[in-house]
């Protein structure tokens, strides 16, 4: 027989070795692509997670000062009768909650919550529907409450009034 008829040993364990080398390599990229993609998932689960929690960096105001975070106090919902010059009754169905600025006033607040409750009742009892079309209507109305509702609670203080839901019927 012929030498060349041989299989050629050296050639095919190099043939074999370049074939598991192949194989690795391809081994090797499949494990690079599924952990970088593995790793971007974790990147933007961690991300996003962090964005709802709100970090751990301490919230920076607009003025550069550390913010805490919010406190808030629900009201009960408060259904008022609007004045109306055609003696047809309508109806404020409101839900409030306060915007605090430390937990401890809440201490502060709840001994005089019925005159807070007081101060939106008189006041809402003397709007008209009309006061409270648009968006313009909605803000004079939270900062009216606010108004009122800071001098109620003295020496405490409100951030705002946040409502919750505002329906006239």
């Not at 190099?14 to 090797?28: F, V």
């Not at 502060?108 to 919550?113: A, G, K, N, Q, S």
């Amino acid at each position: 027989m012929a030498e060349e008829d041989q299989p050629d040993f050296d050639n095919i364990e190099e043939m074999a070795d370049a074939e598991k080398a192949a194989a690795n390599k391809s081994k090797l990229r499949r494990m690079v692509m599924f952990g970088g993609g593995g790793l971007a998932l974790l990147a933007a689960v961690g991300s996003g997670a962090m964005l709802f929690v709100g970090g751990t960096e301490p919230q920076v105001g607009p003025d550069g000062e550390q913010r805490r975070p919010a406190i808030f106090y629900d009201l009960p919902e408060m259904t008022i009768n609007l004045s109306s010059a055609d003696q047809r009754a309508q109806y404020l169905r409101i839900n409030v909650s306060l915007e605090l600025r430390d937990r401890s006033d809440t201490n502060l607040i709840e001994p005089v919550m019925p005159r807070v409750l007081d101060a939106f009742q008189v006041y809402l009892r003397e709007l008209r529907s009309t006061d409270l079309e648009g968006s313009a209507g909605v803000h004079r109305l939270k900062e009216e409450l606010t108004r009122r509702v800071n001098i109620a609670i003295y020496p405490a203080e409100i951030n705002g009034v946040l409502f919750r839901e505002i329906l006239v019927q």
